[in-house]
């Protein structure tokens, strides 16, 4: 079976096996495996530690060291981490429903728009997710060494699934005390010796921030790594939007409401019969276990976590995408068609952005970016190979780093936070420290944002999510004293190459017949 995911996986993901690294792979990811495979540190120097797990960065130079440094390993290394992920589903859905549904189930999460942009990316939230289902099918088992040794690497992935241990826990340890009709049909099972076995995560992971301390003096990583995630988090107004926002990413998020509410209507209908019995459901325990996790990751993740990312609840919406698609299976005859046009509007929601702000690493939008900032970084590297170039972060790592993919060899950089007005005009001040301006959208810009005349409900995420406009290509270059001499476009994203002036002067003064 893992054959045949990972086969199928990477067929479909082959023309994205080349693509430069994106984003937060740029940032950290790939910096902190490259270093893992030249000096055997699993923590980074590269970029300041972040404190996260090193499992990924392990296996990613593992990899290198076996096949060779490039993009492609990397990628299709994170391919093979994504099919394991995905025979967990299938392992977890057969385990709580039947074959049909776990084939079903697969094929839904390979398809969400999430997951498929997930798969090739050197980021651990998708591997994290994928121990985690085998951990869940080895409880589920009542196997609860072997669900402690699956939690354990899934927490030594990424330190979010802790969540999944502490959720079985508190469930086991809450059951006991429901109503007595509560108790008979919702606990799934109390807490025992047995029980403590599932502390075994947290003991490790507790070893690894107690190693990370040792070796950086900080637990939780850098102090502003800290700052953004936990210190600046702490808001009720931002919790409260935050939860609501995790709550959408688990039911419909990316084309997952159609699933959703498909759900909705087969509830309304009586349930199917096969040979004289009913199709059975899945138990009422292990929904309200998975329900359980589901919140757990929406609660946690909205009061940690400065960034509100999709990719957090990967470990949720596997678990939603089984329980919508067995109760298809036990209530409507039309099941497979229904599931056939989920996986339609699924593989829709890779190519269109919805009409709202998001991440472009959530669908296909990532392609387009990287491909434009490939194009941009070429253009530079052609065109002003000893320019001195004002850009922001990722930009300034992409053409900086050459086994980043972008550029063959690095090239000078002045470095700014964003594109605001307030940072090109504190840019333009200084305009004799740079020669050329690589400037592109930060975030998604939909041509029609749903909440455009709410200025509120702007100020509210500039305050709380640290939200900010980017300046188009045109006004930066006024602001700069520059001319766009490369631009690029793609739904809703762009880049642009701006010269300064005083360059194009000092050329065409070199160029002159008098000179």
């Not at 009409?355 to 998001?358: A, E, I, Q, R």
């Not at 190459?497 to 008098?514: F, G």
């Given at each position: ?23 937060d ?28 797990p ?50 079903a ?25 994928g ?32 969540l ?44 690894w ?13 850098n ?22 926002t ?61 960034a ?7 470990t949720?919406?596997?678990?939603v ?18 599931v ?14 919805p009409?709202?702000?998001?991440s ?136 642009a ?19």
């Open positions: 079976m893992f054959g045949v995911i990972f086969a199928v996986t990477v067929l479909f993901h082959w023309p994205l096996v080349r693509l430069p690294y994106f984003w792979e740029a940032g950290y990811y790939v910096p902190a495996a490259r270093d893992f495979l030249l000096s055997g540190s699993v923590i980074p120097h590269s970029p300041p530690s972040n404190a996260h090193p499992l990924v960065m392990m296996f990613l130079g593992a990899c290198w060291k076996i096949f060779g440094f490039s993009i492609p390993v990397a990628r299709i290394a994170m391919l093979g981490m994504a099919s394991f992920a995905l025979l967990g589903v299938f392992r977890l859905a057969r385990t709580v429903a039947n074959i049909e549904v776990a084939i189930s697969t094929l839904c999460t390979a398809l969400y728009p999430v997951f498929f942009a997930q798969s090739s990316m050197a980021l651990i939230d998708l591997a994290a997710a121990f985690a289902f085998w951990g869940l099918t080895a409880y589920l088992n009542n196997r609860l060494r072997a669900s402690a040794a699956w939690l354990s690497l899934a927490v030594l992935t990424k330190e979010t699934a802790l999944v241990p502490a959720a079985l826990l508190f469930w086991e340890i809450v059951g006991p005390w429901l109503s007595g009709k509560l108790r008979r049909e919702i606990a799934f099972r109390k807490a025992d010796r047995s029980s403590l076995i599932l502390i075994a995560p947290i003991v490790v992971l507790g070893f921030y107690a190693f990370h301390y040792w070796r950086t003096g900080y637990v939780f990583g102090p502003e790594f800290f700052r953004y995630n936990v210190q600046a988090t702490i808001n009720p107004l931002r919790i409260l939007l935050a939860f609501a995790r709550i959408w990413q688990a039911i419909g998020y990316l084309h997952l409401w159609i699933l959703t509410l498909l759900m909705v209507f087969a509830m309304s209908q009586p349930p199917l019969r096969d040979a004289d019995r009913q199709r059975p459901k899945i138990s009422v325990p292990i929904q309200a276990l998975f329900g359980v996790v589901i919140l757990t990751f929406a609660l946690a993740l909205a009061i940690v976590g400065g509100v990312l999709a990719r957090y609840m990967l949720a919406v596997p678990l995408i089984i329980l919508c698609v067995s109760t298809l299976w036990r209530r409507l005859r039309a099941w497979r068609w229904l056939a046009a989920v996986a339609l509007a699924f593989v829709a929601g890779w190519f269109l952005n009409p709202y702000g998001f472009p690493e959530d669908n296909l939008a990532y392609r387009d970016f990287v491909q434009m900032h490939e194009d941009a970084a070429r253009f530079l590297e052609q065109r002003f190979p000893s320019a001195r170039v004002l850009t922001a972060w990722p930009a300034s790592d992409e053409i900086t780093q050459p086994y980043l993919g972008y550029v063959t060899r690095p090239l000078r950089v002045v470095r700014i936070e964003d594109f605001t007005v307030e940072q090109v005009m504190s840019a333009a001040e200084l305009r004799s420290q740079f020669d050329v301006a690589l400037v592109f959208s930060t975030k998604y810009e939909p041509p029609r944002p749903l909440l455009a005349r709410w200025p509120a409900w702007q100020r509210v995420k500039t305050r709380l999510f640290g939200f900010h406009v980017d300046l188009p290509p045109e006004a930066a270059a006024h602001l700069l004293g520059g001319r766009i001499v490369f631009t690029e476009a793609r739904n809703g994203l762009w880049v190459v701006i010269q300064m002036e005083h360059i194009e002067e000092a050329r065409l003064w070199m160029n002159s017949p008098s000179r």
